[in-house]
């Protein structure tokens, strides 16, 4: 049958072969559904079911109780405190009993004391297995009965005086296992006197990483933590995982480069890296960049990168990785020349002044080059596309470049009254595309050494279109006009 008919919700008119025979006439309770008792707030789910399996979860609404210490197939020795979680919302707790049931042998500690706490001793007890059972009586509201609820638990009951501890070693990597002072590198047994507090301290080799405790007699480990601290209330067995620590290796490329966000790889030069202090619940995350050479083209990824498509691949880091590009030489290179001049009315050269091509594609500055004394440079075996070319030149010093004259000659343009040759983009300090009385005050005031910042910056102007597009095998020309901003009559000689 592809139901589950033992959780039916509908009462059934006749015989439980009745509901067999015609589930269709029933409503049976699925699996992911609940069905709440509106009188007392119990639920039953569904969890699973099966041909031969249900899995119920049955939640007992008001008052409950449930141990929550030991827990289920824990070793307990000599005397112990069982810790009860108690649902009582009408505050009408009378009496906890605890019962310790062995065999024929049996014992029974009561508390009737809010945080109901009491000791039970099994001294005299048989090892071996055993029933923690916990009952609460519940006072009834109206004080004219008891209610009560229960929860049981199997544990292990071992009265020797030692208790052993062992520690074993899991994983591909390598470490050790520290209690104290002492460490432990192989699988090792220690005896404790039996309820000892110990705290372990899993320490992984140079290499490795710590994956985590696997404690199936003791699960007091948190898998996440290094460090543990557990009660050896019987043989317990601790195992510490440790797992090769993850490698970023970079094949190194031909055409360009590889390089890393955290910086720990930059191939050409650093080609690998390792991560020994992984968490690999939390792992870090790599990003690689692939960044082509001059007169080169990004063309793919290879390894573990090998079904990205864009020039950046990011991996998680908890496993090594191996990661290789490939790039290739552009064909039909073209060359770029140019001069560069100051802008003023010699129109002198300006050498030494550094010129970059960056690609429109990428934003990368392609190449670069320093213009001769003539003010000339050239860039040859330019790969075909489209750049932006920009020019610096940090040697040049401002000095006495904007004076008194500066000032006059914005003045006297204001006024209309123009015998000077302007230089625009210079005479416009506060670049509002308007040369006025605004922009005479300020080279004014540098002039009198009352100083603007927006004085004495060098502008570059480009002769022509910039961005420049360059076809296979062909050459252009783009000079660039030099000028200091504030010298607007352009009186100042390189």
């Known amino acids: 049958m592809p139901e589950s008919l033992l959780v039916v919700t509908k009462p059934a008119p006749g ?3 009745d509901i067999v025979a015609k589930p269709s006439l029933y409503a049976t309770l699925q699996e992911g559904q609940t069905l709440s008792d509106p009188d007392t707030g119990n639920t039953i789910s569904v969890v699973s079911a099966s041909f031969n399996t249900l899995v119920v979860d049955v939640k007992v609404a008001g008052r409950s109780a449930a141990i929550t210490s030991p827990y289920h197939g824990e070793t307990v020795s000599g005397t112990f405190a069982p810790v009860v979680s108690i649902v009582d919302p009408d505050q009408e707790v009378d009496t906890i009993n605890y ?5 024929t042998r049996s014992i029974t500690a009561s508390s ?3 945080p109901y706490s009491a000791t039970i001793n099994t001294i005299g007890f048989p090892d071996g297995p055993a029933r923690l059972s916990v009952t609460a009586t519940y006072k009834t509201p109206d004080l004219s009965g008891k209610t009560t609820a229960s929860s049981y638990i199997l544990i292990s009951v071992k009265n020797a005086a030692t208790s052993r501890l062992t520690l074993g070693f899991g994983g591909t990597g390598n470490g050790s296992i520290s209690t104290g002072q002492t460490s432990y590198s192989q699988y090792t047994n220690l005896n404790f006197s039996t309820g000892s507090q110990i ?5 992984p080799a140079w290499g490795s990483t710590f994956m985590g405790w696997v404690s199936p007699s003791s699960p007091q480990c948190d898998p996440h933590d290094q460090t543990c601290s557990l009660t050896v209330r019987g043989d317990t067995y601790v195992t510490a995982s440790f797992a090769l620590s993850p490698t970023l290796t970079v094949t190194p490329p031909t055409g360009g480069s ?3 966000n955290d910086a720990r790889i930059f191939c050409g030069s650093l080609c690998s890296a390792s991560y020994p202090n992984v968490n690999f619940y939390f792992p870090p995350t790599i990003t690689l960049t692939a960044i082509p050479d001059a007169n080169h083209d990004f063309v793919k990824w290879n390894g573990d990168c090998a079904l990205i498509q864009s020039n950046t691949c990011t991996l998680k880091m908890t496993s090594k990785h191996s990661v290789s590009a490939s790039f290739g030489l552009r064909t039909g290179a073209s060359s770029l020349s140019g001069t560069i001049t100051y802008a003023g009315l010699s129109h002198a050269a300006i050498p030494k002044a550094t010129v970059n091509l960056v690609s429109s594609a990428s934003s990368h500055a392609v190449l670069s080059v320093t213009a ?4 000339t440079y050239t860039f040859n075996n330019v790969p075909a596309g489209t750049y932006t070319v920009g020019v610096s030149s940090p040697s040049l010093s401002t000095a006495n470049m904007v004076d008194m004259t500066d000032a006059v000659a914005v003045l006297k343009d204001t006024i209309r009254d123009t015998p000077f040759s302007l230089i625009p983009e210079a005479c416009d300090i506060n670049q509002d595309a308007f040369t006025d009385l605004n922009d005479a005050i300020s080279i004014l005031r540098y002039a009198i050494g009352n100083v603007n910042p927006n004085i ?3 502008v570059f102007v480009p002769q022509g279109a910039n961005p420049i597009t360059l076809a296979a095998g062909g050459s252009k ?3 660039f006009m030099g000028y200091i901003r504030g010298d607007c009559s352009g009186d100042w000689r390189p």
């Open 15 to 17: 015989s439980s072969r």
């Open 112 to 114: 009737s004391v809010y």
């Open 456 to 458: 004495g910056a060098w």
């Open 258 to 260: 590889i390089s890393s």
């Open 199 to 203: 705290i372990i301290k899993a320490v």
């Open 372 to 375: 001769d004394s003539t003010g």
């Open 477 to 479: 020309t783009l000079n």
């Open 99 to 103: 019962t310790v049931t062995s065999g």
